[in-house]
């Protein structure tokens, strides 16, 4: 069974860098596609940023401060620049096989999630 844990969230000021790791155990990720999703207090969970073979794609509100990256067979890191108080939230990483699951948030996999707190 595969497991995901999210890794690397903290309190940080506006304007900072955080780098999130989303680690899988019990078996490789393999081909599968891996996304980070976040979720705000009294929001919906919102998808953030996705990865496969083929690319990575973003949310528009993140693009050109987030990069999601392959570290290694079972880690993919979420590098976040420029951070703003709206980014506040727990952020989870999920995984699938289907890259349209991840990205609508259906995966089958999810983590407990990571809490990222940006101060004004």
């Known amino acids: 069974q595969l497991q995901l844990v999210e890794s690397g969230g903290a309190l940080v000021q506006a304007g900072g860098s955080l780098r999130l790791s989303c680690t899988a155990s019990g078996r490789a990720l393999g081909s599968r596609t891996v996304g980070w999703f976040r979720q705000a207090p009294g929001k919906g969970r919102q998808f953030v940023a996705a990865?496969?073979?083929?690319?990575s794609s973003y949310e528009d509100s993140v693009k050109g401060r987030f990069t999601i990256s392959r570290v290694n067979a079972n880690t993919v890191d979420l590098q976040m620049n420029s951070l703003k108080p709206e980014d506040t939230a727990i952020y989870y990483c999920?995984?699938?096989?289907?890259?349209?699951?991840?990205?609508?948030?259906?995966?089958?996999?999810w983590g407990q999630g990571t809490q990222v707190t940006v101060s004004s």
């Open positions: 999920a995984a699938d096989v289907n890259y349209r699951s991840v990205v609508s948030g259906l995966a089958f996999d």
């Open positions: 990865i496969d073979w083929n690319g």
